[in-house]
């Protein structure tokens, strides 16, 4: 498998690591967007969250409540972002489930997404297809 996050979990590659079990594995960001930037990924190989057993990912956040009080304590940041890049259009770089437990300060320049209103009845008939689609 070319997965480099696979590469890195077998120890073909070196990482920063800051938390390991044997589900679960948590390393500094090679390209952090803040000091700590830290990524949380299974160590079995699942492509995104979609396909990820929902077991799994509950031992990832399991070892993301774990780690973030610490890499806050350390980076003396108040806040976190927690994210999920799930596809390549969403920014998915690596194909391998993973966490982005991002610290935050303020004034660190990084800013939320643009939000949207929807029309009117637009919401609701929205809502009305989605809820049909899960069941």
């Not at 589900?23 to 952090?32: G, K, N, Q, S």
């Not at 190989?45 to 509950?58: K, M, Y």
């Not at 774990?66 to 969403?90: D, E, W």
Request: glycine share 8%; hydrophobic share 45%; aromatic share 6%.
């Amino acid at each position: 498998m070319d997965c480099i996050f696979c590469k890195i979990i077998a120890g073909k590659i070196p990482c920063d690591k800051v938390y390991e079990n044997d589900e679960v594995i948590a390393f500094l960001d090679i390209a952090p967007i803040s000091r700590g930037h830290a990524l949380v990924a299974p160590k079995r190989h699942f492509q995104d969250l979609a396909v990820t057993p929902a077991e799994t990912v509950s031992a990832m956040m399991r070892v993301l409540q774990l780690i973030a009080p610490a890499v806050l304590r350390v980076t003396h940041a108040p806040a976190f972002n927690v994210g999920i890049n799930n596809g390549a259009a969403a920014g998915q770089v690596v194909p391998h489930t993973h966490f982005h437990l991002i610290p935050r300060t303020d004034g660190d320049g990084l800013k939320s997404w643009p939000h949207q209103r929807y029309g009117p009845g637009e919401g609701a008939a929205l809502a009305k297809d989605i809820a049909a689609a899960v069941s």
